[in-house]
Antibody, heavy 120, light 111 residues
Framework: EVQVVESGGGLVQPGGSLRLSCVAS????????MGWVRQAPGKGLEWVGR??????????QYAAPVKGRFTISRDESKNSLLLQMHSLKSEDTAMYYC???????????WGQGTLVTVSA | QSVLTQPPSVSGAPGLRVTISCSGS?????????VHWYRQLPGTAPKLLIF???NRPSGVPDRFSGSKSGTSASLAITGLQAEDEADYYC???????????FGGGTKLTVL
């Protein structure tokens, strides 16, 4: 069964940094596009960014609100996807979901999410 | 302001049919990009309901169907059940933004 599990969320002060991790099981992460989507409390879904698969050199794309502050990378040894977040703002407060992309650019399998709260 | 436009809410009686619309533009749905639909129950992660406009993942009942035409797409749910109460989101890719885009979500209430 394809499964991803996120971790690393928590409370961080404005301007701070945090790194989220997404560990995959049931499949080899290198073969798939992977992504992050967030959801602010009581709000809708917002795409954060994606990492293409290994044949595509793990090329990344980011949404405008996080470009230059967030970085998506992979740790092959741990079969995991990482989201490094810097210069965090209150508007980054959200549940962050890791997902596996399907062949048509859909979110095939989602994790349960990890909550990031940016507050003084 | 979401790139894709969905009605904030829809409702229907048990057993009846509802549709949820998703309106985009020439840089996303109208540009030939696929539309996908998700269902999100309260306090849980979104779950894929329809992919590539009209395809159901394994395990999704045929009460759920999707279609796409021009710059819009729609999700239809027949034989409404109480457990269908949830938030529904459409998603596509936007070539101008170079990334995924979502609708604002539609809350389905089963009367």
């Amino acid at each position: 069964e394809v499964q991803v599990v996120e971790s690393g969320g928590g409370l961080v002060q404005p301007g701070g940094s945090l790194r989220l991790s997404c560990v995959a099981s049931g499949f080899t992460l290198t073969d798939h596009y992977m992504g992050w989507v967030r959801q602010a409390p009581g709000k809708g879904l917002e795409w954060v960014g994606r990492s293409r698969n290994k044949p595509n050199n793990y090329a990344t794309q980011y949404a405008a609100p996080v470009k230059g502050r967030f970085t998506i990378s992979r740790d092959e040894s741990k079969n995991s996807l990482l989201l490094q977040m810097h210069s965090l703002k209150s508007e980054d407060t959200a549940m962050y979901y890791c997902l596996v992309e399907g062949d048509h650019g859909e979110g095939l399998s989602w994790g349960q999410g990890t909550l990031v709260t940016v507050s003084a | 302001q979401s790139v894709l436009t969905q009605p904030p809410s829809v409702s229907g009686a048990p057993g009846l049919r509802v549709t949820i619309s998703c309106s985009g533009s020439g840089s996303n749905i109208g540009g030939g990009y696929d539309v996908h639909w998700y269902r999100q129950l309260p306090g849980t992660a979104p779950k894929l309901l329809i992919f590539a406009n009209s395809n159901r993942p394994s395990g999704v009942p045929d009460r759920f169907s999707g279609s796409k035409s021009g710059t819009s797409a729609s999700l239809a749910i027949t034989g409404l059940q109480a457990e269908d109460e949830a938030d529904y989101y459409c998603q596509s890719y936007d070539g101008s933004l170079s990334g995924w885009v979502f609708g604002g979500g539609t809350k389905l209430t089963v009367l």
